[in-house]
C-alpha cells in the first residue's frame, strides 16, 4: 500500500506554466503505476497522464504536447510538468496509484488516491 500527496497546484495565467509533484510513502513504489486525473465541478474526472511501473507514458489527447509526466523512483516521486495552460486546465488534479498496474485510463484501476491540488488558469 502507498500514501499520496499532491503539491504544487496554483493560479497562473493562460500561457503559463506548473509543475504537480505527487509524492508517495511505500518501500515498493516502484512497482505501482500512477495515474493523473482531473475534476471540474460538474464534470466527470477524467485521465489526464499516466506512467507504468516500467516507465511507459500514456497522455490525454487534450494534453498531448502540452504536459508531460515523469517519475523518480529513488525520491518516491511523480511530476506532471504542465505547459501552455489554458482555461479548460482548471480543475482539481489528483495522483493515484496501481499495483503493478500499465497506467490505465479508467479512474476505477486505480486503487490508492491523493486528496487532489487545484489548478486554476485565468484567461
Known amino acids: 500500500q502507498v500514501q499520496l500527496v499532491e503539491s504544487g497546484g496554483g493560479l497562473v495565467q493562460a500561457g503559463g506554466s506548473l509543475r504537480l509533484s505527487c509524492a508517495a510513502s511505500?518501500?515498493?513504489?516502484?512497482?505501482?503505476?500512477v495515474g493523473w486525473f482531473r475534476q471540474a465541478p460538474g464534470k466527470e474526472r477524467e485521465f489526464v497522464a499516466g506512467?507504468?511501473?516500467?516507465?511507459?507514458?500514456y497522455y490525454a489527447d487534450s494534453v498531448k504536447g502540452r504536459f508531460t509526466i515523469s517519475r523518480d523512483n529513488a525520491k518516491n516521486t511523480v511530476a506532471l510538468q504542465m505547459n501552455s495552460l489554458k482555461p479548460e486546465d482548471t480543475a482539481v488534479y489528483y495522483c493515484?496509484?496501481?499495483?503493478?498496474?500499465?497506467?490505465?485510463?479508467?479512474?476505477?484501476?486505480?486503487?490508492?488516491w491523493g486528496q487532489g491540488t487545484q489548478v486554476t488558469v485565468s484567461s
Open positions: 511505500g518501500r515498493t513504489f516502484s512497482r505501482y503505476a
Open positions: 506512467i507504468s511501473w516500467s516507465g511507459i507514458t
Open positions: 493515484a496509484a496501481e499495483y503493478a498496474g500499465l497506467a490505465g485510463r479508467s479512474s476505477g484501476e486505480y486503487n490508492y
